[in-house]
C-alpha cells in the first residue's frame, strides 16, 4: 500500500474522469473534493448508417474525435456525432466560504455541502469553521449548480427543516441529506 498527501489539484485521472481536491478553510487541514466525469462523444447511428457506415473500427475512430475516410469521402466526428458533456459533483465539508468551494463547485450537476447551522447562528458557524445552510445555498446560486444537498448538520437540530427552509432563501432546488439517501445524478 502507497499514501500520498495532497493539497490541491487533480489527484487521479483515468480516460473516463478525474478527481480533483482544494484546501478548505477550518481548524485543521481538511480538503474539498470534485468528481468529474469527462466530455465524451456519442455518435448518431441513424446518421453513421445514412453514411453506410455501421458498427466497426471506423465508427471507433469517429467516437475518438478522428475524421476517417470512407468510400472516398472524409467523414468528420462532427458529422455523425455529438459531445455530451460530462457530469460534476463536488463535496465540500468543514470549512467556511471560499476560493476553492467556488472552484470545485462550478457548474455542477450535484454540489454536497456542509450547512452546520441556520443563518441565525451565523456567528456560531464563523467560531467553529462551518457554514451557514444560506452560504452553501448562496455558493450554489453563485456557480450555477444543479442541485444542492445539505449535510453536516449541528446535533442542536431535531430536524433539518429550518436548515432546509434558510437555503431556500437563495436556492431552490435543495435537498437535505438523509443516511442511505440516493440521488441521480
Known amino acids: 500500500m502507497e499514501f500520498f498527501e495532497v ?3 487533480t489527484i487521479c485521472e483515468t480516460k473516463d474522469f478525474y ?3 482544494a484546501k478548505m478553510e477550518h481548524g485543521i487541514p481538511c480538503l474539498g473534493f470534485a468528481f468529474v466525469e469527462k466530455d465524451r462523444r456519442k455518435i448518431n447511428m441513424s446518421s453513421a448508417k445514412k453514411l453506410g457506415l455501421t458498427e466497426g473500427p ?4 469517429l467516437q475518438d474525435g478522428k475524421t476517417v475516410e470512407f468510400n472516398g469521402k472524409k467523414i468528420k466526428p462532427d ?3 455529438e459531445i455530451i458533456k460530462g ?3 463536488a463535496y465540500v465539508t468543514d470549512t467556511r466560504p471560499n476560493a476553492n468551494c467556488n472552484k470545485l463547485a462550478k457548474e455542477a450537476d450535484l454540489f454536497i455541502c456542509e450547512s452546520s447551522y441556520a443563518s441565525d447562528l451565523a456567528e456560531k458557524a464563523e467560531e ?3 457554514m451557514t445552510a444560506s452560504e452553501a445555498a448562496q455558493l450554489a446560486n453563485k456557480n450555477k449548480v444543479k442541485k444542492l444537498i ?3 448538520f449541528s446535533a442542536r437540530y431535531k430536524n433539518t ?3 432546509e427552509e434558510d437555503a431556500r432563501t437563495y436556492f431552490n432546488n435543495v435537498l437535505c441529506a438523509k443516511d442511505f439517501m440516493r440521488v441521480n445524478v
Do not use: A, F, P
Open 87 to 89: 457530469r460534476r459533483v
Open 161 to 163: 427543516l429550518t436548515v
Open 7 to 9: 493539497e490541491n489539484g
Open 58 to 61: 471506423l465508427i471507433g475512430d
Open 150 to 152: 445539505l449535510t453536516h
Open 128 to 130: 467553529y469553521h462551518h
Open 79 to 81: 458529422d455523425v456525432s
Open 19 to 21: 478527481v480533483e481536491c
